[in-house]
């Protein structure tokens, strides 16, 4: 599987991470978050999700499926599937963003993360009809030109906006840089532009000299962020010990390193390690990130949703009926929390070394990645448990009251 990039069990398991860890996490946490930090109210919430996600879900188990077991037409069934959800959600939300008075920052950001979205989803629609009809010979700079407006544009800016925005507010920390804040998207989207030239041109000579520009750029600012949401974790005023920091720590630590793997050998015209770069973006960076922020959105939506129904019994002067809301670290247990991030740590630093001794750590590293993942799906599914106990006996008290 990995003995080079292009084997379809690797394309499989790269598209269940983009699309069904990454970018379900991502959609989903976009829906809950914008209207909480945007004051946007997005009408019939549920109805919309669920059109969305049925067609991901089925989507991406068939692009999965098409690579796994070599059948061209599921890429087509995928296809419709992938597009309509995509393309359902990035026009609503779009439309939503645009109409919004909020001015933060994290507006224009996550505006520009859904232009790179549209662009990773057209490219791998494209791609994958290629793949049932083979009208085209395979295009593997478009390849190129899709995986890095899908992980540095889409992936990074979304996960960077949300960071402006929730460490501050769960880490009690500064603010970022007034000017990080104002430029740091722009210029990560302008050096994709300008990275993106050379895939579609590879011929134009200048446009050489235009991909080290903005390949140079393009890591100094992958480089600024994460050095300095470093530092802000660092001057956090409450020292508390906590999970999140501490994957925030290492998913930006991967970052710092997956620049330099990714620069160094750009400027020396060396081969890039691309299996060690798959690992330390997807893995290391953008999965850790996602993982130690489900440790605070979730149990944070499952609180605000308790502390509504308590407020709205309250409004109808059933005050007696309240439930007792417990502290979001009560949620999701710190300590459970912890094991969960030594498993994905150890998962991570096996998965690296498996990039390089794939035959000592290959099969360790799998493991080790499954154990943590199991593990996060329980953590996750006790919350939802314990939210959906919490609702029923509300609803218990409320036909009591009444
Ligand atoms: C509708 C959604 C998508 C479809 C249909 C799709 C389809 C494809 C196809 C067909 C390929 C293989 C092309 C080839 O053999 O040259 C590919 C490669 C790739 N895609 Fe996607 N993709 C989608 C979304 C994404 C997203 C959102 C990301 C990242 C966030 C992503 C990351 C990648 C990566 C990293 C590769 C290259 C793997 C490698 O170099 O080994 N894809 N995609």
């Given at each position: 599987m990995v003995s080079h990039r292009w084997t379809p069990e690797l394309l499989a398991v790269t598209h269940f991470l983009t699309l069904g860890f990454l970018a379900m996490s991502m959609l989903g946490a976009m829906m809950q978050l914008m209207p909480v930090l945007m004051g946007m109210v997005i009408p019939r919430p549920v109805l919309f999700s669920n059109l969305i996600h049925l067609p991901l879900v089925l989507g991406i188990i068939s692009i999965g499926l098409a690579w796994l077991?070599?059948?061209?037409?599921l890429f087509m069934v995928a296809v419709v599937l992938l597009g309509f959800g995509f393309t359902a959600f990035i026009i609503v939300m779009a439309q939503y963003l645009f109409r919004s008075k909020n001015t933060h920052v994290t507006r224009s950001m996550m505006l520009l993360a859904l232009l790179a979205l549209l662009f990773t989803v057209g490219l791998g629609l494209f791609l994958a009809m290629n793949y049932s009809w083979?009208?085209?010979?395979?295009a593997r700079l478009l390849t190129n030109l899709h995986l890095s407006l899908g992980l540095l544009g889409w992936v990074f800016l979304l996960v960077m906006s949300v960071a402006y925005q929730v460490i501050p507010m769960f880490q009690i920390t500064d603010e970022y840089p007034a000017l990080h804040q104002r430029w740091m998207g722009w210029v990560v989207f302008i050096c994709l532009i300008g990275l993106s030239q050379n895939y579609i041109?590879?011929?134009?000579?200048?446009l050489e000299e235009l991909k080290t520009l903005s390949s140079i750029l393009l890591a100094g600012c992958l480089l600024i962020f994460a050095i300095s949401t470093i530092r802000l974790l660092q001057k956090r005023r409450r020292q508390l010990p906590d999970v999140t920091m501490r994957f925030w720590q290492v998913a930006m630590s991967s970052l710092i390193l997956v620049t330099l793997s990714w620069i160094i050998p750009t400027l020396m015209n060396w081969d890039s390690p691309i299996l060690l770069l798959g690992v330390l973006m997807i893995h290391g960076f953008a999965m850790t990130a996602i993982n130690g922020m489900m440790y605070k959105i979730i149990p944070f939506i499952i609180w605000l949703h308790l502390s509504t129904h308590n407020k709205k019994l309250r409004d109808k002067g059933t005050?007696?009926?309240?439930l007792k809301v417990p502290h979001?670290?009560?949620?999701?247990s710190e300590t459970a929390g912890f094991w969960q991030f030594r498993c994905h740590l150890s998962s991570l630093i096996l998965l690296v070394m498996a990039t390089i001794w794939p035959l000592w750590f290959y099969y360790p590293a799998a493991l080790m990645f499954a154990v943590a993942q199991f593990f996060l799906l329980f953590n996750l599914l006790k919350a939802v448990r314990f939210y959906n106990i919490k609702i029923a006996e509300f609803s218990v008290i409320a036909q009591t009251t009444s």
């Open positions: 077991l070599q059948i061209n037409q083979q009208i085209y010979p395979l041109w590879p011929q134009v000579w200048l005050r007696e009926a309240q979001m670290r009560k949620i999701i």
